[in-house]
């Protein structure tokens, strides 16, 4: 929490999560009405949003500058974000987007740009439709560190994820199994 460790950065930081949710907010919108559902649709499932019974996160990421360098070392390998909507803040390039043919690309900060990802939970929700965002953050100069802010929107843990569109695609599963499913390989190394 900021308010224990920097304190002079709470009212900065709980303004940015406010202003974080309603962009959240109004992207399930717009997701909902592209998917012809009813525009409050995936709302309902998010209203635990900075309580205990809902697991999305603002954090900060941080590189720092190093001048050793390993051939091909990453500052973040290859992945998808396990929730549903990730907004990404960014200050300086490496990230890189992996295109549908397979193929790399830098996705470079614009001045006022958001990154926003699509995670493995909103694809099974949308039986694919919607399809989970692969990317890395590459070197590009170690020399200077990186910065970067994520706002990671997940349904509330108790949400029972059913594909959207009926077909079953994927079976039912509560938000909070699922991303614990997802979260548990990662520390521990055993794919479960």
Request: net charge negative; with cysteine.
């Amino acid at each position: 929490m900021p308010d224990k460790e920097v304190p002079e950065l709470r009212t900065s930081i709980y303004d940015f999560w406010d202003q974080c949710v309603q962009l959240h907010e109004r992207l399930l919108i717009v997701i909902a009405r592209g998917l012809n559902l009813e525009e409050n649709f995936f709302l309902k499932f998010y209203e635990g949003l900075g309580t205990d019974s809902n697991n999305s996160i603002l954090r900060t990421l941080y590189y720092p500058a190093v001048s050793v360098v390993k051939e091909r070392q990453l500052r973040c390998g290859e992945h998808t974000d396990y929730g549903g909507i990730t907004l990404l803040f960014q200050g300086s390039p490496g990230l890189e987007v992996r295109d549908r043919d397979g193929d790399w690309m830098k996705a470079d900060p614009l001045k006022g740009s958001i990154v926003l990802n699509i995670g493995d939970l909103l694809q099974r929700w949308t039986a694919d439709i919607l399809k989970a965002t692969p990317h890395r953050v590459v070197r590009y100069d170690y020399t200077k560190a990186r910065q970067s802010i994520g706002f990671f929107g997940k349904p509330d843990d108790e949400t029972v994820i059913e594909c959207v569109d009926g077909s079953n695609k994927y079976p039912p599963v509560k938000s909070n199994e699922f991303f614990t499913d997802r979260v548990l390989p990662t520390y521990t190394g055993n794919d479960q």
